[in-house]
């Protein structure tokens, strides 16, 4: 049916489906991740050495000032700070990196767990067949044979196009002059 028929009867609604819930484990999964970000802050905000600040706040100018301090600049606090500062700063972007790669997993098992399931076919659907209302449980239908026992399957598709024609011509859209010619070309003559 290519077109809405008033006189057809309504469909019935079917109520709204309620959007899933996100499965627990990728809420735990997302917390667990943020938690690991908030570790790795932490580890950040440690300070490195004594003279040296943390790696997400470095400050070196104790250790340079002590270095310029020392006689015959034998020190290299400044230099060992620098040292632990990207040695630590190395460490937070790792615990960092981790809580975010920890809360995308999270987020994929939330999208995944959250599609909802393939429709399930009918059994009457795979078998080849679909049931029809009113029906009586278990019916199966006569499976049609491949081609028609009356006629050969060459001249099978010849006895449909002569009906179809046939059929537009008794419509009124075909006239009997070209009745005539389609049907001399569909015989062959």
């Not at 000032?65 to 700070?81: I, K, Q, R, V």
């Not at 009356?150 to 009745?179: V, W």
């Amino acid at each position: 049916m290519l077109y809405n028929d008033p006189n057809a009867p309504a469909k019935p609604q079917q109520p709204p489906k309620p959007p899933k819930k996100p499965t627990p484990g990728s809420v735990i999964t997302m917390w667990l991740g943020a938690g690991v970000i908030a570790l790795g802050v932490l580890v950040g905000l440690r300070p490195a050495g004594e003279m040296c600040g943390s790696p997400l706040a470095p400050d070196t100018d104790v250790a340079e000032l002590y270095d310029s301090m020392t006689p015959l600049g034998f020190s290299s606090a400044a230099a060992e700070c620098n040292d632990q500062l990207a040695l630590g700063l190395l460490w937070t972007i790792l615990v960092i990196a981790l809580g975010v790669v920890i809360i995308a997993v999270g987020a994929i098992v939330k999208a995944v767990g959250s599609r909802p399931a393939p429709p399930q076919l009918h059994p009457a659907y795979v078998q080849g067949h679909a049931p029809h209302p009113g029906q009586p449980q278990g019916f199966q239908p006569p499976v049609p044979p491949q081609h028609s026992p009356a006629f050969p399957p060459g001249e099978q598709q010849r006895q449909i196009d002569l009906s179809a024609l046939d059929r537009l011509h008794q419509a009124g859209l075909l006239t009997d002059e070209e009745h005539a010619e389609k049907r001399r070309r569909i015989l062959g003559n």
